[in-house]
């Protein structure tokens, strides 16, 4: 059995600033990094590669799954705030979150990122045109990178951070646990295993299950967490661009008036194009975009999301997002389409009225009915929002605007952990959106640089 001092497990956002901030701090420890994707350069999504039109839910998903994780092959955007993407600052203080946030922005930016645009949304005419209409924009600053310059940019971190630590890719990790010497042993799919003295668990969003399991096996407290469900709105992006040019991502919140929930926008991708996913089986809808002119496209695509949080006997909030999402699948065998104008008029879209809409969809997707596949409560949310958002983006609320569904945001239950982001079993650490502590780039990665900080310091 092989012996390290720290084993990462996951290769994500907050994994490779863990190995980045270890390696530039030159930590006196053994590390190994264990992913079960595939390396950055072997990513290769057969839909991208122009193989294939629909997903064919590779095993794993090369979108999901691999060195940087879910957000390598995102739009690359890293938000720096405390106002959303995660709970970071609950555990470090609220200055100290931001600080780190600033760090990696700034790695972004002695890797290439300081090409890219810093954005603000602390539009003060943006914000005042928002409230008249019920709508709350948020304060983030946004390094848009693109997702061209973001794979770039995370293949020189790669290339940095592998003279320090070793990596295994296309390993799944089956069990952690416990040897009587106290140290931590990982065995793999492989048949192989490993101990260590420190053990970082950073799976991910897409290693929910696994890390549940790991939690309970170890007797460490978890807290239910929401389940976020919705569609991805695909509209000329001359309609948002007077918002896009100037704030870029902007976080919109709305208070509906038929059920006083909460509805907001989502991962905004100006001139970007609407992309299909695979989480666990499970195909679901994101979007991208890039730095390059030449990859732009003519229209831009958002996430409008209603929060789902429940309540005793039901715990398991993603499963609930999972059965809304198969049924997707099931009657689109995948992603289903339908223009904003049929589904307020209660019809489906068609093949035949798709040829008819002005806005081309950036995703081969299936026509069909969201009315059948999402809840009626959280469609009305979503309508309600579209007219709503039409008020300062006039056109919002267009006829052939295009809805994809499903988009569901799973969040992994909260994991109880401490400052260092450490369980209560001493040497055990849980970070990045795996925890369920953060829900996007920057406080995933933040989170990383976080613990490095604190095991360089054991190490020295």
């Known amino acids: 059995m092989k012996k390290y001092d720290i084993i990462i497990v996951g290769a994500g956002a907050a994994g490779v600033y863990l190995a980045y901030e270890l390696t530039k701090l030159d930590a006196r420890a053994s590390v190994l990094m264990i ?49 959303f993407g995660g ?7 609220k200055e100290k979150a931001l600080e780190l946030m600033e760090y990696v922005d700034e790695v972004l930016c002695g890797f290439g990122g300081s090409e890219a645009k810093l954005y603000s949304t602390a539009s003060g005419d943006l914000k005042t ?70 053990l970082v668990l950073a799976s991910g969003r897409s290693g929910s299950k696994w890390i549940a399991d790991a939690c309970r096996q170890f007797g460490i407290e978890q807290k239910s967490n929401r389940v ?117 008029k209660g019809r489906r879209s068609s093949e035949r009225r798709m040829e008819k809409c002005f806005t081309r969809p950036t995703l081969k997707a299936t026509p069909g009915d969201l009315s059948l596949v999402i809840p009626k409560r959280q469609l009305d949310d979503i309508i309600e929002m579209i007219y709503a958002l039409d008020k300062i983006a006039p056109g919002t609320a267009n006829e052939d605007t295009l809805l994809y569904g499903v988009e569901v945001k799973f969040y992994n239950s909260k994991i109880e952990v401490d400052g260092n982001l450490e369980t209560k079993v001493p040497g055990l650490y849980a970070l990045g959106d795996g925890s369920g502590v953060t829900h996007s780039l920057s406080q995933a990665s933040a989170s990383g640089v976080h613990v490095a900080r604190i095991l360089a310091e054991k190490y020295a």
């Open 35 to 83: 992913d079960k994707g595939a390396e950055l350069c072997e990513r290769n999504c057969p839909i991208k590669l122009g193989k294939v039109t629909n997903c064919v839910k590779c095993s794993p998903c090369h979108i999901m799954n691999g060195y940087g994780g879910a957000g390598s092959l995102s739009d690359g955007k890293y938000n720096i705030t405390n106002e």
């Open 87 to 93: 709970d970071l600052w609950k555990y470090v203080g």
């Open 228 to 344: 976020d469900i919705g569609v991805r709105v695909e509209l000329p992006a001359e309609i948002f661009k007077h918002i896009t040019d100037e704030v870029y991502e902007s976080k919109i919140v709305y208070k509906t008036d038929k059920y006083n929930d909460m509805v907001r926008t989502f991962c905004m991708n100006p001139y970007g194009e609407v992309v299909s996913e695979n989480t666990n089986g499970i195909v679901t809808v994101n979007g991208h975009s890039y730095a390059a002119q030449e990859l732009k496209t003519e229209n831009t695509n958002f996430a409008l999301l209603v929060s789902n949080t429940f309540t005793e006997p039901f715990r398991d909030s993603n499963e609930y997002g999972e059965s809304i999402a198969r049924l997707s699948n099931m009657l689109g065998g995948g992603v289903l389409l339908q223009r904003f104008g049929d589904l307020v």
């Open 129 to 198: 045109q928002a409230l008249r209409h019920n709508l709350h924009l948020l304060d983030a600053k946004v390094r848009h990178l693109g997702t061209d310059r973001n794979v770039e940019i995370l293949g020189k971190i790669y290339e940095y951070t592998k003279q320090k630590v070793e990596m295994m890719f296309r390993t799944g990790v089956d069990t952690v646990g416990k040897l009587e010497n106290g140290d931590f042993v990982v065995k793999t799919d492989k048949g192989e295993e490993f101990s260590c003295k420190d």
